[in-house]
């Protein structure tokens, strides 16, 4: 295996380990996977630089403004600003139409629901860099918070009532990044097969200094032949370290 393929599988082990951590890695990590940057201030700062470019953050989730691609901010900045239109009600007002609102007001509710746009957006901020975009993750927060105005009758006071449109506003975020991660998740199982497939042949061509045959691979690895042949064909036959057959060219 040549440095540049060692690199990219190292890449590619690490931005997996990240995937499962909310896109974020640890120090302790990162050096196990690559032990010589530990005392190597330029290789670690390229490595960083890289792992900031897919949005990977360093022992914490990298900075809302970092995350959010150029479209995101200008959705932000639009509507953000069409909010800000809106007088935001004072703690005592606030209190006073939650009460009116649980008693079943509409227009408390109305007022309610505007008055916590802005709280959605904020929520949203958190779930920034998980697969969704903050466009999608906002919408779905509204949505919620229009089915939640409509339950508040069953709220003791307006505290708890507080909390019911918190929840149902998270709820909803997190059942659209559960749904979007199942979607992806079957990308990542396909990356990955392409990954391991090249990386045991790799090892193995760089033991016999020559490509590898698919029955080689199978022998050594314990794969299927099918396994080795779908991970191929994901990748258009680029797979360089094996040698393609003339049934499969």
Request: glycine share 6%; aromatic share 4%.
């Amino acid at each position: 295996m040549n440095d540049k393929q060692d690199f990219i599988r190292r890449i590619n082990e690490l931005t997996e380990i990240a995937l499962d951590q909310e896109n974020v890695i640890f120090e302790d990590q990162l050096f196990a996977i690559f032990p010589e940057i530990k005392d190597d201030k330029a290789k670690f700062d390229v490595i960083k630089e890289y792992l900031t470019a897919k949005k990977i953050g360093l022992n914490d989730k990298l900075p809302v403004d970092v995350l959010l691609t150029k479209e995101e901010k200008n959705y932000l900045d639009f509507y953000l600003e069409e909010l800000n239109e809106k007088t935001p009600l004072t703690k005592g007002e606030r209190e006073a139409f939650m009460l009116s609102a649980m008693a079943g007001e509409e227009n408390a509710r109305a007022l309610i629901l505007e008055d916590t746009l802005k709280n959605v957006v904020e929520i949203a901020k958190l779930y920034v860099g998980q697969g969704v975009l903050l466009e999608d993750l906002i919408g779905e927060g509204n949505l919620s918070l229009v089915t939640a105005t409509a339950t508040l009758g069953v709220c003791e006071n307006a505290a708890e009532a507080e909390g019911v449109l918190a929840s149902a506003i998270m709820d909803a975020m997190q059942d659209l990044i559960a749904q979007a991660g199942d979607e992806s998740g079957k990308e990542e199982k396909l990356l990955k097969r392409v990954n391991k497939v090249s990386k045991a042949a790799a090892e193995l061509a760089e033991a016999l200094g020559r490509k590898v045959t698919i029955e080689e691979l199978m022998e050594e690895s314990g794969m299927t032949r099918s396994y080795i042949e779908a991970a191929l064909k994901l990748t258009g036959n680029a797979i360089e370290d094996i040698e393609i057959p003339d049934e499969l060219k």
